[in-house]
């Protein structure tokens, strides 16, 4: 099991950037897949982005392309989420999650991933 630690989340004006950190302890960081999902108020948990164990592939939903960038630090054991151009739409808990995988795949569902964070708001103002 991994523990996973959400920060960087926050009030920001649209148009606007944040940087969201997941910093994770207790198991080997590079072992694991992650992944970015995010609950808008009133609504279901949906997918954000992933990124495979080496950080050399990853994926985004199509309501996020082009304006967020997932990123791994594998050796500060750190997953980031780095968001430009944010939209109230955007508003959301975000949370990170990890899926022990040491193969060349990420995941986009959310029951694929068996730990998660706390989750850190995201407030996205007009």
């Known amino acids: 099991q991994v523990r996973l630690v959400e920060s960087g989340g926050g009030l920001v004006q649209a148009g606007g950037s944040l940087r969201l950190s997941c910093a994770a302890s207790g198991r080997t960081f590079s072992a694991y897949a992650m992944g970015w999902f995010r609950r808008p108020p009133g609504k279901e948990r949906e997918f954000v982005a992933a990124?495979?164990?080496?950080?050399?592939?990853?994926y985004y939903a199509d309501s996020v392309k082009g304006r967020f960038t997932i990123s791994r630090d594998n050796a500060m054991n750190t997953l980031y989420l780095q968001m430009n151009n944010l939209e109230p739409e955007d508003t959301a808990t975000y949370y990170c999650a990890a899926r022990y995988n040491i193969g060349n795949r990420y995941y986009t569902k959310d029951h694929e991933y068996g730990d998660w964070g706390q989750g850190t708001q995201v407030t996205v103002s007009s």
């Open positions: 990124v495979t164990w080496s950080g050399m592939q990853t």
